[in-house]
């Protein structure tokens, strides 16, 4: 009598997760959230909302590009001038070392696969340069 007990709840436990997968799966997308084109396998949630800003960083001193954000979940910073500028990871920027960013468009991207949620700094290889950020 026991183990037939265990067998009903353990069926209808199967059969209450497998109903509430079904319906996660198939509730519609937020009409705000949709990407036009593309099929049912190939669309993608876009990141929203997202902080997009631009930083002058000096050649003298590290600058503070990006604050720590404990529930940052992506980054790109982009070089948007014409002179070299390197980031670091938690510590001063110095010039020639850690991450360069080429001139005229060099970039760093902050996702999943190399999760950074510290302060992200930078220097620039001569006059006051602009980086520019978007952050999710």
């Not at 959230?33 to 909302?49: E, F, K, L, M, Y």
């Not at 992506?74 to 390197?86: G, L």
């Amino acid at each position: 009598m026991k183990q037939s007990i265990k067998i009903i709840l353990l069926f209808i436990g199967v059969m209450l997760v497998s109903a509430l997968t079904t319906v996660i799966l198939l509730r519609p997308m937020p009409a705000s959230n949709q990407v036009v084109g593309g099929t049912a396998a190939t669309v993608n949630r876009i990141i929203d909302p997202v902080t997009n800003s631009s930083v002058d960083v000096s050649a003298s001193t590290s600058t503070l590009v990006l604050p720590a954000n404990m529930v940052r979940q992506y980054a790109a910073i982009v070089n948007d001038s014409a002179n070299t500028v390197w980031l670091s990871l938690g510590t001063a920027a110095l010039a020639d070392k850690g991450i360069t960013l080429n001139a005229n468009g060099g970039s760093y991207e902050i996702n999943p696969n190399n999760a950074y949620i510290g302060n992200v700094y930078a220097i620039a290889s001569s006059t006051t340069s602009t980086l520019t950020t978007v952050e999710k």
